[in-house]
Nanobody
Framework: QVQLVESGGGLVQAGDSLRLSCAAS????????MAWFRQAPGKEREFVAA????????DYADFVKGRITISRDNTKNTVDLQMNSLKPEDTAVYYC?????????????????WGQGTQVTVSS
């Protein structure tokens, strides 16, 4: 099975940009649909973005459209999340997730493989 490790989180100011990265090991990433979720304190884990195995298409939550881009490099076994124009409400732990499915899914139950998360804090 695949192991996922996120990196790139940190403390930034509102309006700044941040790039998160998810590195996979154990299996080649091309067999997985990949996604990013986030969980703020006291809230449910929510869908942020997902990308097909080939990288040919992606899906985004409405609250991040236009500000966030998901991408993948199957040769490097990585999935990135470029976040621009960050807001304080983007503060959360961001998780990388993988699913052995060809279809993009927004539900967290579709993803069997998860990283440990990386903290993103946006100050106002």
């Amino acid at each position: 099975q695949v192991q996922l490790v996120e990196s790139g989180g940190g403390l930034v100011q509102a309006g700044d940009s941040l790039r998160l990265s998810c590195a996979a090991s154990g299996r080649t990433l091309i067999t997985y649909t990949m996604a990013w979720f986030r969980q703020a304190p006291g809230k449910e884990r929510e869908f942020v973005a997902a990308i097909r195995r080939s990288g040919s298409s992606a899906d985004y939550a409405d609250f991040v459209k236009g500000r966030i881009t998901i991408s993948r490099d199957n040769t490097k076994n990585t999935v990135d999340l470029q976040m621009n124009s960050l807001k304080p409400e983007d503060t959360a732990v961001y998780y990388c997730a993988g699913a052995l499915t060809a279809n993009i899914a927004r539900s967290r139950v579709a993803y069997a493989y998860w990283g440990q998360g990386t903290q993103v804090t946006v100050s106002s």
